[in-house]
């Protein structure tokens, strides 16, 4: 089974404040769950929004000191958007999936399919600067960092799930998805299950960090500063941990790169 | 705001039983509720399996009754499938969208596209029949009617979502996803909404049914028939409701059909 528990429970962590480069993420979320009155548990699971981890590692990017290359201004005449944007994406990325007049979808350097290779303008303070805001240097290993020092801080075993908001082919909207993961099943195999009549079961991989992911989104927001941790309890499961890289389908699978 | 709320909590209506064509789904979801020891409150959403809804409706098909067509052999021995399971993927659908051995992705009806049509044949106890269990004739309209008789039996305004377990394209494992909603926004449209900073949002729309239908997925399992009912208190949204239907993406917006 991939899950045996019948309740769930979503904390928002209350009064986040504003992260800058350096801050130390554990303290704040510590922090964060003592003022919602919560110590942690073994198998609680802390969903942070990736614009926090972004900024405590320092990945904001002052656009006035991006000089565009020659690829980067004939592209972003094709995709209608500021070239220093376009160079900074081109720089994140292995290669440009799809560009169309205001979309420019790429495969991130990390593997990960997405528009603007995840690099976000909003919601950015700068006094005045145009700032973007790269995506984690590597959101599985600042998954990973934050879940071994969350155990030394509170000696509960906790997952991490770093998620970010991602259009999505043939549906409109954007949803909650896995960038990092630690501590918990990223991806669930049920290959060879049987379901509850024996009979093999057709679905055998779970996306199960995207689903942790879109639920914290509901409490988020997209504006997801203002409550950019949320604490999910009373999850289960039995499959092994693995990282969100484990969610990326390999290029020889996919039919619709 | 997309939501208001710090807390969530999702419950998954114990005891559920297995469901055949004609049983009252209201009936049903109100004595699970009380199971759990719930009253509907304005504001809670119910999420059920899309399997539960499909067969209460009707929609199992004994795969001996269904004669394929010529066209549906051929695609069969493409796609190393059942003839017969193959001829009703080609009924409920309005085209293919991709044919490889082991794969049969289409477009249904509905303007989903899925593996399958999202016709199932795991978890079906049919005395040693082979059935196949097609999607509801009209799922938003199932969710709307569902919506329609909790308010009569409970006096509660709920949100009712139907999710199925979708594969996506790029990342590996299927997410719960919504093909029915009624009460809530299944999208949520922000364009215009100024971000913390004032700052116009990129993101503009959210797929907050989708979302919803994610965070069910992780008490229900894929062997949905164990739980295929869960109940999501806490949520709150500022939105005008509107239908699954809104999530479709138009063939003229999507790169990738």
């Known amino acids: 089974m ?50 926090v981890v972004s ?14 290359s020659g ?13 220093r944007l376009v160079e900074l994406v081109l720089r994140e990325s292995r290669r440009v999936v799809r560009a169309r007049p205001h979309v420019l979808i790429v495969e991130h350097r990390l593997g990960l399919i997405m528009a603007n290779a995840g690099i976000d303008q909003s ?5 005045g600067r145009e700032m973007a805001l790269l995506l984690p240097q590597d959101p599985d290993a600042s ?13 509960a075993t906790v997952g991490v799930v770093i998620n970010d908001s991602f259009g999505r082919p043939w549906r409109r909207g ?4 896995a960038i990092g ?27 199960h960090a995207d689903e942790i992911a879109a639920a914290a989104s509901l409490l988020m927001g997209p504006a997801d500063e203002g409550r950019p941790v949320v604490l999910l309890r009373g999850l289960t499961w039995r499959a092994p941990p693995n990282p969100a890289a484990a969610l990326l389908r390999p290029e020889t699978e996919d039919l619709f790169r």
């Not at 003592?34 to 614009?51: C, P």
């Open 55 to 68: 900024k405590a590692e320092g990945r904001l990017v002052d656009l006035a000191t991006v000089t565009p």
């Open 181 to 207: 993961a630690a501590g918990l099943p990223a991806l669930i195999d049920r290959r060879g299950d049987p379901d509850l009549f024996g009979r093999a079961l057709q679905i055998t991989q779970i996306g």
């Open 2 to 51: 991939a899950t045996a528990s019948a309740r769930l429970e979503l904390i928002a962590l209350p009064g986040f404040p504003l992260v800058d480069q350096g801050d130390d993420l554990c303290r704040l979320v510590v922090e964060g769950a003592a003022r919602a009155g919560v110590e942690f548990q073994d198998g609680d699971v802390v969903v942070l929004a990736q614009k």
């Open 71 to 83: 690829e980067a201004k004939t592209l972003a005449g094709q995709v209608l958007k500021d070239p």
């Open 123 to 127: 919601n950015i303070d700068a006094g």
């Open 143 to 155: 998954a990973e960092s934050l879940r071994a020092r969350l155990y030394q801080a509170s000696g």
């Open 174 to 177: 954007t949803t909650g998805t």
